[in-house]
């Protein structure tokens, strides 16, 4: 079956980087291809919020509180979707989840943490 496994959390500095990874496992690159791939996140006492999206064509939906900061990419030949974040804030404290739909079948991940502090 498919599985999303994320990677790449961990504490930074504010105004610092990160890089969360989705590598997708069960599935080839052709059918990944065809996925619309998001993240979403969950802050401390929050609801799950959408942050990213990126469709099979690489259209790409942006939260506003990330835009221009944070960049959803992917790399269908490894199966893997990326978030770059950069200028992180507290406020982006949260755990990171990934997504991949089609049609009516969707899997996440078990989500990775982010911590933004100083």
């Known amino acids: 079956q498919v599985q999303l496994v994320e990677s790449g959390g961990g504490l930074v500095q504010p105004g610092g980087s990160l890089r969360l990874s989705c590598e997708a496992s069960?599935?080839?690159?052709?059918?990944?291809?065809?996925?619309?791939m998001g993240w979403y996140r969950q802050g401390p006492g929050k609801q799950r919020e959408l942050v990213a999206t990126?469709?099979?064509?690489?259209?790409?939906n942006y939260t506003d509180s990330v835009k221009g900061r944070f960049t959803i990419s992917r790399d269908n030949g490894k199966n893997t979707a990326y978030l770059q974040m950069n200028t992180l804030k507290p406020e982006d404290t949260a755990v990171y989840y990934c997504?991949?739909?089609?049609?009516?079948?969707?899997?996440w991940g078990q989500g990775t943490q982010v911590t933004v502090s100083s």
């Open positions: 990126m469709d099979s064509s690489g259209n790409t």
């Open positions: 997504s991949a739909a089609w049609y009516s079948n969707t899997y």
């Open positions: 069960g599935i080839t690159g052709i059918t990944f291809r065809f996925y619309h």
